[in-house]
Each structure stands twice: as C-alpha cells, then as structure tokens.
C-alpha cells in the first residue's frame, strides 16, 4: 500500500502527484501484468536484448 503524506500547505495536486511518481516507481502495475499473463524466460530475455538494441540506436543517433 502506497502512503502519501500531505503535508501543510501543501496543494492536492503535488500530493497526487508525489503519489502517481511513487506508484510508477514500485512497479504495481507492472508486477500486476506480469502475473497476469505466464511468458517463458527466453521470450523475456530476447524482449530485453531487443529493448537494449533500441536504445543504443537512438543514442548513436542522438551523437550524430
């Protein structure tokens, strides 16, 4: 459970928006699909090699 405290003076934006970087961060939702759904250990290791591939690309292209 994810605890925002608010604190004096503070608007409710900040807090809720304190509260959505702290839920991206622990992951919830993404421990949430991956439970959903079983994928083998290979097909994540190749879908992180790709996502590894891609991102070298753009930064070879961002130093050009």
Do not use: C, F
């Not at 925002?4 to 939702?29: F, H, L, M, P, T």
């Amino acid at each position: 459970m994810i605890i925002v405290n608010v604190k004096s003076g503070e608007s409710i934006d900040k807090a809720i928006r304190r509260y959505r970087r702290k839920y991206r961060d622990v992951g919830v939702r993404k421990a949430l699909m991956d439970r959903r759904q079983h994928t083998k250990p290979s097909v994540k290791k190749r879908h992180e090699l790709l996502k590894a591939v891609y991102r070298e690309k753009k930064l070879q292209e961002l130093e050009y």
